[in-house]
């Protein structure tokens, strides 16, 4: 999925279908390092979206060690704030952050990262005002265009939402990440049909990856057709992985609609050979 994050369960699993929005718009390569700066600079791995708990706990450790040394390097505050994100530790990351803008102030990819933590920690508002001034207008970043979008879906926003998602599809057509954000809008407005239609548009982009296969699930399980949801679920994850994931679904759908409906609408389709 190129560098991007942001999907529905992203290995690690999210409370929500607007949080997974955010969080798969505002991703980005938090884990290269792509200037020169003062210190040591832990090298991650493998993408952080990627790792177990046990190579989370190692990373965050690791990289949490080196920022105490030096909590003004933006590579290092930024990798920080994104790990103990991922580990479910948001107002710790934007306290983080919070310190590395305050010495980075014009540093585009700190304010973005200070946006995203802004973000997961609710402050949208204040998000949206950041991830603004990350922004060079002559040279607009369609991951920030992207994010804009994410973060005006939660407020209720869907129209603005989607015209920035789609101003972020002219900059980079076809980006997956951007086409799995339209579809989750979609899907926060009730109008999953649509949703499904730019989320299979979205996981047959040689760039997906299964995150953004997880909200295809969502949208397909949302119709009752949860085999199939399950199907796609698993794909290309291990055991236990798939198995969390398929839990979570469950639990999911069980929130829209009760799960014995949505199996019930199911069977009924099978039955008619109608979804």
Known sequence: MSCSENSLFKTRLLPGAAAVLVV?????CSTTKDRMTTGSVP??????ESMDDSELRGATERVG??????????????????LLRMSGRDAQALAVMQQVA??????????????????????????????????TPDRPDWKLVSAEGAILDQLGRSSDARQRYRAALDIQPNEPSILSNLGMSYILTGDVRTAETYLR????????????????????GLQGRFPEAE???????SQQQADANVAYLRSMLSQQNSWQKLAAKDSNGAATGTN
């Open 231 to 237: 199907q796609i679920a698993r794909r290309e994850l």
């Open 201 to 220: 548009q979205a996981a047959g982009q040689p760039g997906a990856d299964s995150r953004v296969r997880q909200n295809l699930a969502l949208a397909v």
């Open 24 to 28: 798969l718009a505002l991703a980005g």
């Open 43 to 48: 090298k991650l791995t493998k993408p952080i």
């Open 102 to 135: 305050i010495a980075n102030p014009s540093d585009r990819n700190v304010l973005a990262a200070y946006g995203k933590a802004q973000a997961a920690a609710g402050q949208l508002q204040q998000a949206l005002d950041t991830i603004g001034r990350a922004q």
């Open 65 to 82: 060690q080196a920022y105490e040394k030096n909590p003004r390097d933006p590579v290092n505050g930024v990798n920080y704030a994104n």
